[in-house]
T-cell receptor, first 114, second 108 residues
Framework: EAQVTQNPRYLITVTGKKLTVTCSQNMNHEYMSWYRQDPGLGLRQIYYSMNVEVTDKGDVPEGYKVSRKEKRNFPLILESPSPNQTSLYFC?????????????FGPGTRLTVT | TQLLEQSPQFLSIQEGENLTVYCNSSSVFSSLQWYRQEPGEGPVLLVTVVTGGEVKKLKRLTFQFGDARKDSSLHITAAQPGDTGLYLCAGPNTPLVFGKGTRLSVIA
């Protein structure tokens, strides 16, 4: 089954404790991205990757890191989480960039930073 | 960054009613997508529109792309409770830009 998986689905952590949210896709997609979704602000892109070892900032990259060492995986790293990073996070993948291509979203990771 | 304005923000209707939601931009789109997001899940693509004036139908959902490619609408005929969700439009850029969505609630 074609899918994007994220782990963990739920995470409660404390300020400053480094964490990684994993994302994996099994569709051999070139393009992967991370979004955060907040009430009243909608879905905003954090980082995206056009291919292995190619990453770029989205609209809200501050406080986040990503890596793309292999095609299927695109982890999101929060080196020193803060309460304003409490949010619902989605990983997505697609054959290419932009709205000519269907974005396949993972199920989401709900992060709470206290 | 291209901004996408969606309206209305919230919509609560009775089963069987018709409704239309809108997505507008001050800039011209090369293409536009509509997604639906159900509670606890990620968005799922409904349709991509590319040509100005284009109309696409997906069962009871009708999507229209404006002639000038600066606006789009989604019309649902005879809404059902299963249509409940957040409807998002997404613009063409990299990074992809999403509107804030219309949250639809269809009451049985």
């Amino acid at each position: 089954e074609a899918q994007v998986t994220q782990n963990p689905r739920y995470l409660i952590t404390v300020t400053g404790k480094k964490l990684t949210v994993t994302c994996s896709q099994n569709m051999n997609h070139e393009y992967m991205s991370w979004y955060r979704q907040d009430p009243g602000l909608g879905l905003r892109q954090i980082y995206y990757s056009m291919n292995v070892e190619v990453t770029d900032k989205g609209d809200v990259p501050e406080g986040y890191k990503v890596s793309r060492k292999e095609k299927r995986n695109f982890p999101l790293i929060l080196e020193s989480p803060s309460p304003n990073q409490t949010s619902l996070y989605f990983c997505a993948s697609s054959l290419g960039a932009g709205s000519f291509y269907e974005q396949y979203f993972g199920p989401g990771t709900r992060l709470t930073v206290t | 960054t291209q901004l996408l304005e969606q309206s209305p923000q919230f919509l609560s209707i009775q089963e069987g009613e018709n409704l239309t939601v809108y997505c507008n931009s001050s800039s011209v789109f090369s293409s536009l997508q509509w997604y639906r997001q159900e509670p606890g899940e990620g968005p799922v693509l409904l349709v991509t529109v590319v040509t100005g004036g284009e109309v696409k139908k997906l069962k009871r959902l009708t999507f229209q792309f404006g002639d000038a490619r600066k606006d789009s609408s989604l019309h649902i005929t005879a809404a059902q409770p299963g249509d409940t969700g957040l409807y998002l439009c997404a613009g063409p850029n990299t990074p992809l830009v999403f509107g804030k969505g219309t949250r639809l609630s269809v009451i049985a």
